[in-house]
């Protein structure tokens, strides 16, 4: 099982290193200072997995917008030039 130990920066360091199953298995054990570092950093990891995840959002987002306005003009094409 894998452990935290040092002062809050060791600790910190060494929760990065850790994989997502290890620190599941420190974060929850009870409410020590290794247990919330160890939720600390799955929250992080969170946050910047979310922060990918808006980013193709709002790139998917900007796609479906313009796709929307070039179907718009290629239809006023067709009415305008097809007669």
């Known amino acids: ?3 935290l ?3 809050s920066e060791q600790m910190e360091a060494q929760a990065t290193a850790l994989s ?3 620190l599941g298995e420190v974060a929850w054990m009870n409410d020590s200072p290794q ?3 160890a939720r600390g950093e799955i929250a992080r990891r969170a946050a910047a997995g ?3 995840t808006l980013r193709w959002a709002k790139i998917a987002g900007w796609s479906g917008i313009i796709a929307v306005v070039l179907a718009a003009i ?3 094409m067709q009415l305008t030039m097809g007669h």
């Open 20 to 22: 997502d199953a290890e």
């Open 5 to 7: 130990t040092g002062s």
């Open 35 to 37: 247990a919330l570092k």
């Open 1 to 3: 099982m894998a452990t």
């Open 50 to 52: 979310n922060a990918v």
């Open 74 to 76: 290629a239809i006023v």
